[in-house]
């Protein structure tokens, strides 16, 4: 089971819109509506972002959305913000009923 | 609130076995999986396996498979994993977490370190 493939890095300027991209195949991504993001800081747990591709928790900034399509799913900041500057995984059920996370997302606010 | 409150960190040597807990609190422990994620110094998150805290069945990540057991106790709502034949490549932040949906909560991380 290979990780979904994520950029290693992205950056954006406070104010601006960065997305994040996570790929995978039609095993996991392609075949379930079951892609989560977590934010994660230096030495702490991830958190929740998105679940279920595009749903946010009670609680997260409406700044962050996700979208699929095909294989690939999304993940967009808008309005970025200095405290968004954190390592991003993205996640997905697989047909092997296992998870897989991508191999993560650094993201720099300039 | 729900809480997963993980042992505490271990330091083993190479070829022995660890395991760590995880109590669930705050929600029916037996209504969701847990699931065992672990992150090695400056890595990805890793997907290890996870137990249906119902009925004990449990599937595991194929390079895991003959070397992790996860348990599960109802009666503490607490589930266990245990890692064998450890090598230094398996030095790590054992994380358990609930992964299901919006009920999507973590331990706060258990770091095992493999070191002769």
């Known amino acids: 089971q290979s990780a979904l493939t994520q950029p290693a890095s992205v950056s954006g300027s406070p104010g601006q819109s960065i997305t994040i991209s996570c790929t995978g195949t039609?095993?996991?991504?392609?075949?379930?509506?079951?892609v989560s993001w977590y934010q994660q800081h230096p030495g702490k747990a991830p958190k929740l972002m998105i679940y279920?591709?595009?749903n946010r928790p009670s609680g997260v900034s409406n700044r962050f959305s996700g979208s699929k399509s095909g294989n690939t799913a999304s993940l967009t900041i808008s309005g970025l913000q200095a405290e968004d500057e954190a390592d991003y995984y993205c996640?997905?059920?697989?047909?092997?009923?296992?998870?897989?996370f991508g191999g993560g997302t650094k993201l720099t606010v300039l | 609130q729900v809480q997963l409150v993980q042992s505490g960190a271990e330091v083993k040597k190479p070829g022995a076995s660890v395991k760590v807990s995880c109590k669930a609190s705050?929600?029916?422990?037996?209504?969701?999986?847990m699931h065992w994620v672990r992150q090695a110094p400056g890595q990805r998150l890793e997907w290890m396996g996870w137990?249906?805290?119902?009925?004990?069945?449990?599937r595991f990540l194929q390079k895991f498979q003959g070397r992790v057991t996860i348990t599960r106790d109802t009666s503490a709502s607490t589930a266990y994993m245990e890692l064998s034949s450890l090598r230094s490549e398996d030095t790590a932040v054992y994380y358990c977490?609930?992964?299901?949906?919006?009920?999507?909560?973590w331990g706060q991380g258990t770091l095992v370190i493999v070191s002769s």
């Open positions: 977490a609930t992964l299901r949906g919006f009920f999507n909560y």
């Open positions: 705050g929600y029916t422990f037996t209504t969701y999986a």
């Open positions: 137990i249906n805290a119902d009925n004990g069945n449990t």
């Open positions: 039609s095993s996991d991504i392609g075949g379930y509506n079951y």
């Open positions: 279920d591709v595009s």
């Open positions: 996640s997905s059920y697989t047909s092997s009923s296992t998870v897989v």
